[in-house]
């Protein structure tokens, strides 16, 4: 018999291996078993309803013959959302029906993690008038959809997919809702379920550097980048023995010690010239702008170059000469060796010799500051303006920030010499060696808030640290105490997201360029010292406030998701600890929210990050609209970590039809400032450009271009040359969805541009 | 198909608490307990309800179960026993076979279901009449091709006892076909 080929049940043929006609039997019995398959519409069905009473909590409900209904239909009552999630939805269904009324249910009902990609199916109990239910389908938020029909099943598919992390409700009306043979329905159908969250990116790992040589290096020294970022000077600079020198110094007297220029100023005969004030240009050959100085600093508005050098007599000479070391004029001498100088003005320099600090200009006037109490350590930097100094400590770690016009020292916890400024003098990092692992801070001179750089790699110690102009990047080395591997880490601040991460060994004098688009440092190799540059990938020539900070952006996540919480409950604990002292968030937070949206964030230049929320409700049975409630937070640095200091919560409002802004992203590279702004409807393309402006502070309309791509529902707004500073997006009700809808009302929103 | 254990275990911890779990538990269990359950009652309505019936009272009921080294499937079997047994208590399958085949596969020629129906039915009925404990032997054996040991998991017999189950329920089945008992059996 056909039934009993192919089937071999080991078990069976032990326990009847003695008994054959048993197990004849048995092949018999099983190959006449039925070959069912439920019913998809009643798996669905029942699934649903699962999944819609576990949401709920545990039903009670009696379960004979539960989905079997009157002919009213059946509607989920209660209006209890479970586990923060969407839940109940207006079923419409009847089984076993005559076919006198129109009913229909769809798989996606009480659904809350429905994927992006999903196509909406919506099953109807006879043939229906296909047409007219295609026109009365109407979806909230608006999707671009194609229909088709499988048997009774309408497949809506969308054209770009779903939104991600979104409420929707699918309605058809009850007018359209007619039956091949004519027959109608009791009630629309409301069929509501969300998306789930996309995936969070994880962070790619940042870009490496790729180092190219600039040229030979001596022992020692520092480098410093020219005002336009076009070279590095190095103090102690080898040039070949080929190359010629810049422009002559045509101004007497030139310094004389370790100088070799000749007075016409070419650079003659070999061998190499060691430890001189080279200069190397990104591009074009190296040239000696002077002698080997003990310090040196342009000028702010970079015309001019003051170097302290070795005047032969155990002190030194301050001379000035244009940015290219031509016309050097003397201007000063120190009976005692200078250690570092910078520029109070254009026009002014200070300089110090680790206990004096002193100032000249240009005029060759000078002047007596500070004096350093004996035993109190020694100063080692000056920052640009002349207003703060660092005293390394006697001993120990700990060394200060003085202010050098009213002698307050402020002490930098854990500093010994590993410091920096900024190239504007208004920041200063340095390096905590009073912990293991060390860690860096940066601070602004003027206030006592140090705020610790978040290092990629935690078990790390950082060293050589390095800030640009204006304190937008910082560069260090990071070592890592297990292994002791080096790595060289160009990062943003605050906060310290790696911008470029590159393994080194020995390298020394870190020093990056003015817009942070170039590092350079000296690698120290048996063969000798090299003078090196690499660019920093992706690194914007200039960033004003556009991103906020790592623990900044951990905090808010952290707070929203507790705001959110489980079973529609927010999660008081996580609230309150990431809360300041009288910010009680959760009185004000509504029960049984499903979701929320940050809309926009942006960091203010007093540090603190300014975040708009929306906080979603998502409709059910007993509400079958979104709520809203919007939400305005201020985070802020407090105890080295960042705390919600204001959460101002606005009721709960029945969400508008039409589009709504869910994300706004600004940034700025290469001075262009870009907003991409991402709706959770379909637009409709032609109304997108004319309703998206973006204004400065006097209300000028800037000139910009939008992009509207409707795979990721998302805007592109360009600003070629955004003035620096807060600028507010605004959208105007002109913008409509692929159904007609408007904006409902004008969105605005500021953000900070850089220039 | 069978989940692993380990994720299995962590399925069923989070469906305790969380809707989309206990429905992806629904999505890899409901065949296969649809299945059975058609197979005993062999009524597409009285397998829905028992179906469901299955499911509802697992989802009042997950709370309190507690892994016990055997798989899910067999908590849900044993549910799905009981409520057969419920189920027959209550009154008895009233549809016939053929009903059974035209929902399982409609698109099959008319001829083979004519002949197959005859069979089946005449051999599942044979089932239908054995004691409660070895139906429910049999059917998880020539129904579902469960292993012996599965079997005594639901069933909360040894192994053994499986087999003698299944060895009397076929003959039982034998003598219900009219076949001649070719062995002595001392049921």
């Known amino acids: ?755 | 198909m069978t989940l692993p254990r380990a994720y299995e275990d962590q399925l069923v911890e989070r469906a305790k608490e969380d809707a989309d779990a206990f429905g992806e538990l629904y999505d890899h269990y409901f065949g296969q307990i649809y299945r059975f359950v058609f197979s005993r009652l062999r009524d597409q309505e009285a397998a829905e309800d028992v179906t469901s019936e299955v499911f509802f009272k697992a989802l009042r009921a997950i709370g309190r179960y507690k892994p016990s080294g055997h798989p899910f499937s067999a908590w849900l079997y044993q549910i799905s026993v009981n409520a057969i047994n419920d189920h027959y208590r209550s009154r008895k399958p009233t549809s016939s076979l053929d009903s059974a085949i035209a929902v399982a596969d409609p698109a099959r020629p008319v001829d083979d279901r004519v002949v197959d129906s005859a069979e089946a039915a005449r051999v599942w009925a044979a089932i239908d009449d054995l004691p409660p404990q070895q139906r429910a032997a049999m059917t998880l054996k020539l129904g579902e091709d469960m292993k012996l040991a599965h079997i005594g998991e639901i069933l909360g017999k040894s192994e053994g006892a499986v087999k003698l189950l299944i060895h009397r329920g076929m003959i039982g089945v034998r003598l219900r076909l009219g076949v001649v008992v070719a062995v002595e059996e001392q049921s």
């Open chain 1, 1 to 755: 018999m056909s039934w009993m080929g192919g089937w071999f049940d080991p078990e069976l043929e032990d326990l009847f291996q003695d008994e054959p006609e048993l197990l004849e039997t048995a092949k018999q019995v099983r190959a006449s078993r039925p070959r069912v398959e439920a019913d998809p519409r009643f798996q669905n069905r029942l699934r649903a309803q699962l999944v819609a009473d576990a949401s709920r909590g545990r039903s009670a409900r009696g379960v004979r013959r539960w989905w079997r209904v009157g002919p009213a239909g059946f509607a989920w009552s209660g209006a209890v959302v479970g586990a923060a999630l969407i839940t109940a939805t207006v079923l419409t269904f009847v089984s076993n029906k005559p076919n006198d009324q129109v009913t229909a249910f769809s798989q996606l009902t009480a659904q809350h993690s429905v994927s992006p990609n999903q196509v909406i199916t919506v099953s109807f109990n006879q043939p229906m008038n296909e047409t007219a239910v295609e026109q009365g389908v109407h979806i909230q938020p608006a999707v671009k959809v194609t229909f088709s029909w499988k048997n009774n099943d309408l497949v809506i598919s969308p054209t770009y997919h779903l939104a991600a992390n979104t409420p929707y409700t699918v309605t058809i009306a009850k007018d359209k809702l007619l039956a091949a043979s004519g027959a109608s329905a009791a009630a629309p159908i409301n069929i509501t379920f969300a998306t789930k969250p996309t995936p969070t990116p994880q962070p790619a790992s940042p870009p490496s550097l790729t180092p190219v040589v600039l040229g030979a290096n001596g022992t020692g020294g520092s480098l410093l980048y020219a005002p336009d970022g076009s070279a590095v000077v190095s103090t102690q600079g080898v040039i070949p023995a080929s190359a010629t020198t810049a422009p002559s110094p045509t101004a007497a007297p030139t310094p004389a010690a370790n100088a070799t220029p000749t007075p016409e100023g070419s650079i003659s005969g070999a061998p190499p010239v060691p430890g001189a004030l080279v200069e190397f240009p990104t591009s074009g050959s190296a040239a000696q702008i002077g002698p080997s100085p003990s310090a040196v600093a342009f000028s702010p508005n970079g015309r001019y170059l003051a170097m302290a050098v070795d005047d032969g007599n155990g002190g030194s000479r301050i001379i000035t000469s244009q940015s290219d070391g031509s016309a050097p004029d003397r201007l000063a001498d120190s009976a005692t060796p200078v250690t570092a100088l910078t520029w109070a003005s254009n026009d002014r320099i200070i300089y110090t010799d680790g206990t004096t600090v002193d100032s000249v200009d240009l005029s060759h006037t000078t002047n007596s500051l500070y004096t350093l109490p004996s035993g109190s350590g020694v100063i080692t930097a000056l920052a640009t303006g002349g207003g703060y100094a660092y005293v390394s400590p006697a001993t120990g770690t700990g060394g200060s920030l003085l202010n050098i016009s009213s002698g307050a020292e402020q002490t930098l916890q854990g500093a010994t010499t590993d410091v920096a400024f900024s190239g504007n003098g208004a920041t200063v990092a340095w390096v905590d060696e009073s912990v293991q692992p060390e860690r860096v801070f940066t601070e602004s001179v003027t206030q006592n808030t140090p705020a610790a750089l978040s290092m990629p790699d935690s078990n790390a110690s950082p060293s050589d640290v390095a800030l640009d102009m204006k304190a937008d990047e910082i560069a260090y080395v990071s070592t890592n105490a297990s292994s002791g591997i080096a790595q060289l880490v160009v990062a943003q601040l605050p906060g310290g997201t790696p911008l470029a991460v590159t393994s080194i060994s020995n390298i020394s004098e870190l020093t990056l360029a003015p817009g942070g688009d170039h590092v350079a440092f000296v690698s120290n190799t048996s063969a000798g010292a090299s003078i090196e540059q690499a660019a920093v990938p992706g690194a914007p020539k200039s960033r004003a406030g556009l991103s906020i900070p790592d623990a900044a952006n951990a905090t808010l996540q952290s707070f929203v998701q507790a705001q959110v919480g489980q079973n529609g409950q927010p999660d008081l604990g996580t609230l309150a600890a990431l809360s300041a002292a009288g910010v009680n968030a959760a009185s004000d937070t509504p029960p049984n929210l499903s979701r929320a949206y940050v809309i926009s964030t942006s960091l203010e230049p007093t540090g603190v990050v300014e975040a708009s929320i929306e906080l979603i409700v998502d409709p059910d049975a007993g509400h079958t609209t979104t709520r809203v409630a919007s939400e305005q937070v201020l985070i802020a640095q407090s105890s080295g970590s960042y705390v919600v200091t204001s959460a101002t919560i606005f009721p709960l409002r029945n969400e508008s039809a039409g589009p709504h802004v869910v994300q706004v992203t600004p940034s700025t590279a290469g001075g262009v400032t870009t907003l991409l702004v991402t709706f959770d409807s379909d637009l409709t393309q032609a109304t997108v450009s004319g309703a998206i402006t973006v204004e400065n502070q006097a209300g000028v309309i800037l000139n910009s271009t939008a992009v509207y791509d409707p795979d990721t529902r998302t805007a592109t707004v360009t600003l070629a040359n955004a003035p620096r500073g807060t600028l507010t997006l605004e959208i105007a009700t002109s913008l409509a969805d692929v159904e007609g809808q408007s904006l409902a009302n004008g969105f605005q929103t500021t953000f900070e541009a850089g220039s």
